[in-house]
């Protein structure tokens, strides 16, 4: 029996502590059917908490009662077998792991003959740690994903294979490089046993410890088969095309949308539009008006302004179903038909309701010409912006529910003799040489010092600045110039190329092969969505190439996002990733989470998954460490969901009670010891100190655990573990904050920034790292006064509080830490325009720092209420926090000063690197947050860092939004008041 489904989380949660399950036995035992290879089927009461080896014994001891006995072999011949909880035949080799861990989709065993079939066993594994079997994508039979996979085996096993003879220290640097830079080790060692760096090693199942020393010693056809000059064209009789054209038979349905609705009378119009990047190629093209009561069906000639030899090679061709509604009665009942937030066109007398849309390359993953049927499964859920009503930034992926999808099936037409393909880059070159030796190519491009200085003032713009037509023809004109001089000016130059033209396509390809490499922060933005080519593409990576592993962690999160725009999964992009993630284990762990957090969405789920199972395969040790994280994962899933449950019928205290007993239980005592965190792979959860460990009282109970450390000897470590919120924001504005610090310290300002550790794990779940020794301000407030009203008008709370903690020099450097880190966030939170500021998302450590957290808001996305802006400072910087800042004496300007001056410090260094933000930003558009879905949401950025302004008129902007802070304080006192009653009448 095949299964194709994937367990649903709420049956995996009652499978995985079997604790709710009515079959459960009041001494921990549940009742498992055991298949024998015999054909006798035996039930057996089994601990749920027993070995596979333990209860493969139990079986034994029954088996002998049974008839045909004598033909089974002996015990150690076989093992158990069960279908997991992917779906996925799993053979259950490991004997030492217990039933729970196991986590059957039904308590059922088969005894089967020992397999010798490791590559099996291995995807079964690989398949349960990525959350995707990899039966899903063998089911697909799809060319490219097929292709993908087989190469990246061979990738995989090239580098395990690249392992193999290496010497112990080769061994120890290519698996777990050092965290430092060589420099510092090199210093360390110094130190240590006379410049001797003992590492000892410490197998599993083995007592011996060895110890030794480092020292710090395709077929494809000509260009001018393309260059026919022929439109290209829909056409809706297959006997009048021409092999460069395209026939295109559409049908839709969308009565899932509108139903029967009987006030409604209405017709279906498809788009479609040529596109490359966000450029539109030619004109879009609108069929005519259809109508019908399920099936839309329309065959008409639709012709495409292009010449098909002009097609670049990541053209995408984009689709739009909206329906066209002639009689709409009131605005209640468009509501009633049209419930989605969908944007609406009004265009004489009509309204156009988007339905659907979906793209597809004109060119497939093997640069040939698309040709014969397709069906194409749209997608509703539109962006806030539609480009001519279509959405070219979306995935050319189809959507994979396809029963309540509405389907376009196109028809291309198809080459009897031999398939096109775009033409192989040798002959894009030969093309460019032709056109660069005739008459008209060779006029200079040289320009003069006029054209020279107005050429840079262009190129000095930021990202979001558009080029009007002239300007775009002068750069493409200088563009050696630009090479020679400005070769930052790239991105510009990309988009004043006519696309729609190979001459030009020809000639970039060529300038691109000499263009000087760009340092890897400005390379980045050749990422963006806007710059689709695939050599363009190649070249940013061969850039990014000069990042160490430290700086391209910091970026991380960023690339994960760009794979989005990769239209094919074999892409120089996805290979960078798994070289550098299979060369070090730190950049492979995050990897996987980022990767993995974002496998249950359809539109990537694929492609994420296929290089999950990429780097599964390249990296079998560091499965092992994985799965331990997945599992402990999953736990705290089951776990928090069952506090959700008994927080509606237990009050907090009987609520925590039960969290420790369940805490307590082997199964979880187990699954959460022993483990590297997920934030930080550095760090070993070792135990749980299970009295600590709490939920809190927010809507999504996120669980607050503490471990001891005691690899390194330190304190406790806490981390939250939060289920039901979207992480991501946090992570991207925490990121921000990390990249803020390492600019500053650059700059030779250490502003004491303290970006805590924030990861999402899956969807809406993840884990936060817990900063010890902190509190928040409410709680200093609050526990500083008799009556919380007043709590917040006492500015003498905080500075008393650090004085509770420190004296002496310890206060001086107290303060001091306080002063530099509420700068560095008064700077960082008006930058990011970060909303929702209250006492309970700022902290204080006892050491002095300050820091923020929870940022549910950015971009200057503030809270209001009855739309009245609840937030109506720039940044907070409150009385209380300037009594600190001058030591308590209210005539210490000069300390003031200082602090004044390191904030204007820290805001010019930020605006030098501003179009890095903008960037960053933009490469994160398609990560589908909230509160960053358009280019109108990042303009925000370009507004606070003044840029397009001098640098004097961007300090006077701060100096004013500094002082407003300073004026409009007690507004913030007044929201934190109202905020600590609240909270104290909770409490």
Known sequence: ????????????????????????????????????????????????????????????????????????????????????????????????????????????????????????KLDSKIGVLIGKGLHEFDALKDPEVNEFRIKMRKFSE????????????????QTYPPEHEPSILENLEDKLYGGK??????????????????????????????????????????????????????????????????????????????????????????????????????????????????????????????????????????????????????????????????????FDFKGQLRSGDIILHSWSSFPDELEEMLNPMGTVQTNPYTENATALHIKFPENKKQPYYYPPFDKIIEKAAEIASSDSANVSSRGGKKFLAVLKEILDRDPLSQLCENEMDLIWTLRQDCRENFPQSLPKLLLSIKWNKLEDVAQLQALLQIWPKLPPREALELLDFNYPDQYVREYAVDCLRQMSDEELSQYLLQLVQVLKYEPFLDCALSRFLLERALANRRIGQFLFWHLRSEVHIPAVSVQFGVILEAYCRGSVGHMKVLSKQVEALNKLKTLN????????????????????TCLKQNAYREALSDLQSPLNPCVILSELYVEKCKYMDSKMKPLWLVYNNKVFGEDSVGVIFKNGDDLRQDMLTLQMLRLMDLLWKEAGLDLRMLPYGCLA?????????????????????????????????????????????????????????????????????????????????????????????????????????????????????????????????????????????????????????????????????????????SVKDIQYLKDSLALGKSEEEALKQFKQKFDEALRESWTTKVNWMAHTVRKDYRS
């Open 1 to 120: 029996m095949c299964f194709s489904f994937i367990m649903p989380p709420a049956m995996a949660d009652i499978l995985d502590i079997w604790a709710v399950d009515s079959q459960l036995a009041s001494d921990g035992s549940i009742p498992v059917d055991f298949l024998l290879p015999t054909g006798i089927y035996i039930q057996l009461e089994v601990p749920r908490e027993a070995t596979i080896s333990y209860i493969k014994q139990m079986l034994w001891k029954q088996v002998h009662n049974y008839p045909m006995f004598n033909l089974l072999m002996e015990i150690d011949s076989y093992m158990f077998a069960c279908v997991n909880q992917t779906a996925v035949y799993e053979e259950l080799e490991d004997e030492t792991r217990r039933l729970c861990d196991v986590r059957p989709f039904l308590p059922v065993l088969k005894l089967v003959t020992r397999s010798c079939d490791p590559g099996e």
């Open 158 to 173: 090239e580098k395990i294979q690249s392992l193999v003879g290496l010497s112990w220290m080769d061994w120890l640097k």
């Open 197 to 362: 760096l003992i590492v000892a090693v410490h197998f599993e199942n083995c007592q011996d410890v060895f110890s030794f020393q480092i020292s710090p010693n395709v077929n494809p056809i000509k260009i001018n088969e393309l260059a026919i000059q022929k439109r290209l064209t829909i056409h809706g009789k297959e006997d009048e095309v021409s092999p460069y054209d395209y026939v295109l038979q559409v049908s839709g349905r969308v009565e899932y949308v509108f139903g029967d609705h009987p006030l409604i009378q209405f017709q279906v119009h498809v788009r479609a539009g040529l596109f490359h990047g966000t450029e539109l190629l030619c004109k879009t093209i609108v069929s005519s008006e259809i109508s019908g009561k399920n099936d839309h069906i329309w065959n008409q000639p639709l012709e495409f302004d292009i010449n098909t030899c002009d097609l670049p090679r990541m053209a995408r061709l984009c689709f739009a179903v909206y329906a066209v509604l002639d009689k709409v009665k009131t605005k209640k009942s468009t509501k009633t038909i049209h419930p989605c937030k969908y944007q609406t066109i009004r265009k004489s007398g009509k309204v156009h309701y988007p339905v659907a849309w979906v793209n597809t390359m004109v």
């Open 641 to 660: 969901s069952l506090i959700k449950l008994n927080a509606m019928k237990l009050n907090r205290a009987k609520g925590k009670e039960a969290m420790h």
């Open 761 to 933: 794990t899956g969807d809406r779940s993840g884990l936060i790292e817990v900063v010890s020794t902190s509190e928040t301000i409410a709680d200093i407030q609050l526990n500083s006064s008799n009556v919380a009203a007043a709590a917040a008008f006492n500015k003498d709370a905080l500075l008393n509080w650090l004085k509770e903690y420190n004296s002496g020099d310890d206060l001086d450097r107290a303060i001091e830490e306080f002063t530099l880190s509420c700068a560095g966030y008064c700077v960082a939170s008006y930058v990011l325009g970060i909303g929702d500021r209250h006492s309970d998302n700022i902290m204080v450590k006892k050491t002095g720092q300050l820091f923020h957290i929870d940022f549910g808001h950015i971009l200057g996305n503030f809270k209001s209420k009855f739309g009245i802006k609840r937030e109506r400072v720039p940044f907070i910087l409150t009385y209380d926090f300037i009594h600190v800042i001058q030591q308590g004496k209210t005539g210490n300007t000069e300390k003031f000063g200082r602090f004044r001056q390191c904030c204007e410090d820290a805001y010019l260094i930020l605006r030098r690197h501003g179009n890095l933000f903008i960037t960053l930003f933009a490469l994160m558009l398609t990560a589908g947050l909230p509160e960053l879905t």
